[in-house]
């Protein structure tokens, strides 16, 4: 089946720092999806971005289908931005996720 | 309703004992999804269901793993004679057409099995 791979699988930052998350697929997929788990539990849905480039406030997505990959960048870090960051795709009817980036942001 | 909705929101239970657990999808949305994820794991797939039915159930991990959606709304997973093991956050997603939209959380069922 398809795999979904994220990196890094952690990552600490200071407040104010910017990163990069990625995630590489090894088939070509549906749609692709950002999520944000945050310390209860909860699933937020940060872009749905099969294709192209998305902006929402401090956060963008960019994915490039025929090369595999998605890109997640957080700029200006806040505490509240700790969790974790999930991305999955859509396979044979499933939502197939990746192990996540757990990001932790220091004060 | 405005988003997914799952009850119970925390659910203890004996060992042996059987759970119900409920999810009610976005109005509208025809694909439904149980996901399993254990503590400090990642997301397990149990089930999906396109309208009533459901197509593919091999994520489910034992025969005491059932699951239904009646009316194309409201799905019930059912675990009969809890385990342990069984112990998890179950989470539900629902999309307007599978595969191809974007899929919503709810806020999971935490279920504890002592």
């Keep these: ?107 | 309703g405005a988003g997914v909705s799952q009850s119970p929101s925390n659910k203890v239970t004996e060992k042996g004992k059987d759970v119900e657990l409920r999810c009610d999808p976005i109005s509208g949305h025809t694909a439904l999804y149980w996901y399993r994820q254990s503590l400090g794991q990642g997301l397990e797939f149990l089930i999906y269901f396109q309208g009533n039915s459901a197509p593919d159930k091999s994520g489910l991990p034992s025969d005491r793993f059932s699951a239904e959606r009646t009316g194309g709304s409201v799905s019930t997973l059912t675990i009969q004679r809890t385990q342990q093991e069984d112990s998890a956050v179950y989470l539900c997603a629902s999309s307007f057409v599978q595969g191809f939209t974007e899929a919503f959380f709810g806020q999971g069922t935490r279920l504890t099995v002592v």
């Design chain 1, 1 to 107: 089946g398809i795999q979904v791979e994220q990196s890094p699988p952690d990552l600490i930052l200071q407040e104010g720092a910017n990163s990069t998350l990625r995630c590489n697929f090894s088939d070509s997929v549906n749609n692709l999806q950002w999520f944000h788990q945050n310390p209860w539990g909860q699933l937020i849905n940060l872009f749905y971005i099969p294709s192209g480039t998305k902006q929402n406030g401090r956060l963008s997505a960019t994915t490039v289908a025929t090369e595999r990959y998605s890109l997640l960048y957080i700029s200006s870090s806040q505490t509240t931005d700790s969790g974790v960051y999930f991305c999955a795709v859509v396979r044979d009817d499933k939502i197939i996720f990746g192990k996540g980036t757990r990001l932790h942001i220091l004060p």
